[in-house]
DNA sequence: AAATTATATGAAACCGATTACACATCATAA
DNA sequence: TTATGATGTGTAATCGGTTTCATATAATTT
């Protein structure tokens, strides 16, 4: 592998005017630059990063930790943030945590040793004093459907409330007039404020109580049998609203195996407005727009990295009703 | 942030007394191993990555080049890799290359002057002149999905043919007696192999015609519009092996949405086994050992990044029958 | 008691780049 | 004509580690 050394020597010049050349800065004349050119070529040389990191400080590599990729809405983020990073000539380190304090502190551990240039979190149980390493190495950070309020931190969001209290409006627009909800974790801060968002929605219904409130866990599985358990609850009710579309997808499932059609028996809406065409009938959904996001959070990112001073503050990003089959007759 | 000169300096010691206790070769003494610790832990030292990276040639991290993380295949076995590369203390760049060369070849150049100590290629379009680069920096690579045979790269794939063929014959002995086939893209070897199976299995029987397959592109979409061809030309087929499960998928709506039912009309199975348990029937499949795959893919590129002796060579993985809904009544 | 061998340590070279600084040349302004 | 600034280049320090080699002492062998 050719180094700078190699090139300086062929192209009778110092490494200092290849490493200017290179960089395109300071002088070099047009007879010195052609001829490094030339050797570059015949060398095939390519800088070595690892070098040009430790001399420069800048490794063009930042982190993205998520939960797990395994969960659909994880890919389509990591998608655009990596879209995204790509565009600004950076490398993405995938870090799965698992939702599991230690490993977040591990990898965070990691990264910080290879010295990633920034963050990107998205983590429902990160807390405050796992991000102190990071400010201590004054690493910057952009933090997804979490806030955490600090300089060279910004917090990404989404209106979590409103879209629950969006989901109910669409259902009851469509006719129903008995509504139940698929809660999330009640440990996850959005979570919380979709259901909330729910019950203001309910608020002063005439139909409204609170064991129309399954309690489950993101997952597909826990979407159908805390279907299961409303439908058994109320086998009257003509709506669903699941706090994600994997409950949702999971509540779809429950209903049609007991035989109720949807949308005409009951309307299912879920939230994330993650993909999931092949689904019969096709899912309604508050869908967050994920690739907005994720292009956000590296422009924030780069923003704090190259300490800009306009460095975007917190945002919080509107939901938008995306209404299909499931919620339409 | 504290340096090993820091730490050597505070206890007494050379920087070489401390890199030999970092790093576990060589002799340090009781004594000094204890001040050094305790040092360590006052200043929180960690070593940077970067330094020892340029230092020691190695930087424990790997390249995963995957066509799009949005395809849930594709997930599945970034996890896999990356839980099975986080055992051994690497870390994972993720590079989404669409399946475009130019995309591809610009991902190899930076993560050759990232000094990756390997990389694992699940690419359907990857070609040999463009792992000659890898080669020549002997960076050891571990192609999935894709045979490219030398010494440096190892070749990890799947009995497509026979999948196919199992396909086929699970459907047959279901009592289906008219045998569709959505097959996905030509230019992929696994793709045709699957479909080669498909042919060989129907070889000889009395029903079998070339129109009974349907040529797609490995989307739900795709398998969608295929299946509905398909439905067209042929109204009474009673079978449909997709070539993979979210083409499976497609045609699955798409004889819902005609009001045909499955699997007591027509029997559905795909191929891959991811878990698409949001789906109604479930899906029969001929299930990859996806996370086997990725597991055996790290542990054959940490065999080559250290090369050792017993380098595993290329293998082919059995594929297994994972009958469910969409093909039992 | 002398010769080995094992244990322990530090100085300095090295990995492959960037960059501050010194110095030289040439053109332009005063 | 001289001062000044722009242009062009090389030397050497630096980034934060690893590793070779020389040296010194303690523990074993013979």
């Known amino acids: 592998m050719a180094t700078i050394k190699d090139v300086s020597k062929l192209a009778g010049v110092s490494?200092?005017?290849?490493?200017?050349?290179?960089n395109k800065n300071g002088y070099v004349s047009k007879e010195a630059a052609e001829t490094i050119a030339e050797v570059i070529e015949k060398l095939n040389y390519r800088p070595n990063n690892i070098a040009r990191s430790l001399a420069g400080m800048k490794t063009a590599t930042i982190?993205?930790?998520?939960?797990?990729?395994?969960?659909?809405?994880?890919?389509?983020?990591?998608?655009?943030?990596?879209?995204?990073?790509?565009?600004?000539?950076?490398?993405?380190?995938?870090?799965?945590?698992?939702?599991?304090?230690?490993?977040?502190?591990?990898?965070?551990?990691?990264?910080?040793?290879?010295q990633v240039d920034g963050i990107i979190i998205s983590s429902y149980t990160i807390k405050p004093e796992h991000l102190t390493g990071l400010q201590k190495q004054s690493i910057p950070v952009v933090l997804m459907d979490?806030?955490?309020s600090s300089d060279s931190i910004v917090s990404l969001t989404v209106e979590n409330r409103q879209g629950?209290?969006?989901?109910?409006?669409?259902?009851?627009?469509?006719?129903?007039?008995?509504?139940?909800?698929?809660?999330?974790p009640l440990s996850i801060t959005s979570s919380r404020d979709r259901t909330a968002g729910f019950e203001r929605a309910c608020r002063g219904t005439n139909w409204f109580m609170p064991s129309l409130?399954?309690?489950?866990?993101?997952?597909?599985?826990?979407?159908?049998?805390?279907?299961?358990?409303?439908?058994?609850?109320?086998?009257?009710?003509?709506?669903v609203f699941a706090s994600?579309?994997?409950?949702?997808?999971?509540?779809?499932?429950?209903?049609?195996?007991?035989?109720?059609?949807?949308?005409?028996?009951?309307?299912?809406?879920?939230?994330?407005?993650?993909?999931?065409?092949?689904?019969?009938?096709?899912?309604?959904?508050?869908a967050q727009p994920i690739f907005e996001l994720g292009k956000t959070a590296m422009d924030a990112l780069i923003g704090l990295?190259?300490?800009?001073?306009d460095i975007m503050t917190d945002q919080v990003f509107p939901v938008t009703l995306r209404a299909k089959q499931s919620t339409m007759n």
């Open 15 to 22: 490494v200092a005017t290849v490493s200017r050349y290179l």
């Open 63 to 114: 982190g993205l930790m998520v939960p797990d990729i395994l969960n659909p809405f994880f890919p389509e983020l990591a998608r655009s943030i990596e879209d995204a990073a790509n565009e600004y000539g950076y490398t993405v380190m995938l870090c799965n945590t698992d939702n599991d304090s230690a490993k977040e502190q591990k990898y965070i551990d990691t990264l910080i040793q290879k």
């Open 146 to 148: 979490n806030v955490f």
């Open 164 to 184: 629950g209290e969006l989901a109910v409006q669409h259902l009851l627009e469509q006719g129903c007039s008995k509504i139940a909800h698929i809660c999330g």
């Open 213 to 239: 409130i399954g309690y489950s866990d993101f997952t597909v599985k826990g979407g159908y049998t805390a279907m299961m358990d409303l439908l058994a609850l109320h086998p009257d009710l003509d709506g």
């Open 244 to 286: 994600n579309d994997l409950m949702a997808a999971g509540a779809l499932k429950a209903l049609q195996e007991t035989n109720h059609k949807v949308p005409q028996d009951v309307k299912v809406i879920g939230f994330d407005g993650i993909g999931l065409e092949m689904l019969n009938p096709e899912l309604s959904t508050i």
């Open 305 to 309: 990295i190259r300490k800009e001073n």
